[in-house]
């Protein structure tokens, strides 16, 4: 076996580990920034109370945006601010996988979110209490965006009847186009 034979086995080696290598990234970064619906089982409805939206679900967790409780504070186009409250629930009976298959849920706690929004620039923010609006970056990871992105999606889609950062689309790597909030999202309204 000649030197360049070698090399040329060496070589393919590192491309086929670089593949694998970008396919995990790759499958690691949709899990990541794809809608957190798209992943969870846990029940669309808190209950079957229609009232309550699934709109993340982690670890055994999962909130429900309260239709009933929504609130726009400033109706002033291009600017918008709505309020609404986010229940954390989990499973009724203790059973994490009892829940996340559709089992029934209990309330564990509840949340006031304030979120702004500006329709021209498509930036949505919400009200961090003393340290003023923060931005919800629309390609974000669920550190940052978690629980917050999608309620103030579900609050502007209920209040408006339209998708703030819905429509965006992404290109991945290999020239799919994805988005943020996949039609799923939008379906229990």
Same mark, same amino acid.
């Given at each position: 076996?000649?030197?360049?034979?070698?090399?040329? /086995? =060496?070589? %393919?080696?590192?491309?086929?580990?670089? =593949?694998?290598? %970008?396919?995990?990234?790759?499958?690691? $970064?949709?899990? #990541?920034?794809?809608?957190?619906?798209?992943?969870? +089982?846990?029940?669309?409805?808190?209950?079957?109370? /229609? +009232?309550?939206?699934? !709109?993340?679900?982690?670890? &055994?967790?999962?909130?429900?945006?309260?239709?009933?409780?929504?609130? #726009?504070?400033?109706?002033?186009?291009?600017?918008?601010?709505?309020? #609404? *409250?986010?229940?954390?629930?989990?499973?009724?009976?203790?059973? #994490?996988?009892?829940?996340? +298959?559709? &089992?029934?849920?209990?309330?564990?706690?509840? =949340?006031?979110?304030? $979120?702004?929004?500006?329709?021209?620039?498509?930036?949505?923010? !919400?009200?961090?209490?003393?340290?003023?609006?923060?931005?919800? *970056?629309? @390609?974000?990871? @669920?550190?940052?965006?978690?629980? /917050?992105?999608?309620?103030?999606?579900?609050? $502007?889609?209920?209040?408006?009847?339209?998708?703030?950062? &819905?429509?965006? /689309?992404?290109?991945?790597?290999?020239?799919?186009?994805?988005?943020? $909030?996949? *039609? +799923?999202?939008?379906?229990?309204?």
């Amino acid at each position: 076996m000649s030197y360049n034979q070698n090399l040329t /086995r =060496k070589e %393919l080696a590192q491309r086929v580990g670089m =593949k694998k290598i %970008l396919f995990l990234l790759l499958f690691l $970064f949709l899990a #990541v920034t794809t809608s957190p619906t798209t992943f969870a +089982n846990y029940p669309a409805y808190l209950n079957g109370d /229609r +009232n309550f939206i699934l !709109v993340d679900g982690h670890m &055994g967790t999962a909130w429900y945006v309260d239709r009933s409780s929504l609130a #726009v504070q400033s109706y002033n186009p291009p600017s918008y601010i709505i309020a #609404v *409250n986010v229940i954390s629930a989990q499973s009724a009976i203790d059973d #994490v996988q009892d829940f996340y +298959n559709g &089992g029934e849920g209990a309330a564990i706690g509840i =949340k006031t979110y304030r $979120f702004s929004y500006d329709w021209d620039s498509r930036s949505m923010y !919400v009200d961090s209490g003393y340290q003023g609006w923060e931005y919800l *970056n629309p @390609w974000g990871c @669920w550190a940052e965006t978690g629980i /917050r992105m999608p309620a103030g999606e579900m609050a $502007f889609a209920l209040a408006y009847g339209l998708r703030f950062y &819905g429509e965006f /689309r992404k290109e991945s790597y290999n020239g799919t186009m994805y988005h943020p $909030f996949g *039609n +799923n999202f939008y379906e229990p309204i």
